[in-house]
């Protein structure tokens, strides 16, 4: 008699050794477009290896991805190298989320409010809210 497994995580797919960062982000769906991708390397929000990316900067397995997007950064490292889109499944193995869990929501600082027609903040104001925000000069 033979017990049932569970079923395991799919394999990734065999790919180049190689391929250009905007394609890989797209593939592995960091990004909704391949179009995005590459704007978010343009504007320097793709780092690989801690160095800024072109979109085609080449990546290959081992290196580390920081995409900032619209929520935080997510850090992550190529598993595998793939350059089509494939399912979620597949594509949640081709890497490894090292993305750190964001602060409880306890320990968040909350954010100032103002009163509604209070007008324009003074100089002073504004500084306590970069302040607040964690963007002293």
Do not use: Y
Not at 64 to 77: F, H, K, N, Q, S
Request: glycine share 8%; aromatic share 2%; net charge positive.
């Amino acid at each position: 008699m033979t017990t049932p497994t569970a079923p395991s995580a799919p394999a990734p797919p065999p790919g180049p050794p190689s391929t250009r960062v905007d394609r890989w982000v797209w593939a592995v769906r960091l990004t909704k477009t391949r179009a995005a991708a590459a704007s978010a390397c343009r504007a320097g929000h793709v780092r690989v290896n801690g160095e800024r990316a072109k979109p085609a900067t080449s990546i290959k397995v081992g290196d580390e991805v920081r995409v900032r997007g619209d929520g935080p950064e997510r850090i992550v490292t190529v598993r595998a190298v793939i350059e089509r889109r494939v399912g979620a499944a597949v594509a949640a193995v081709c890497f490894r989320d090292d993305t750190p869990p964001p602060p409880p929501k306890e320990h968040v600082a909350l954010a100032a409010q103002r009163d509604r027609g209070a007008g324009r903040p003074t100089k002073r104001e504004r500084r306590e809210i970069d302040r607040l925000r964690g963007r002293e000069r």
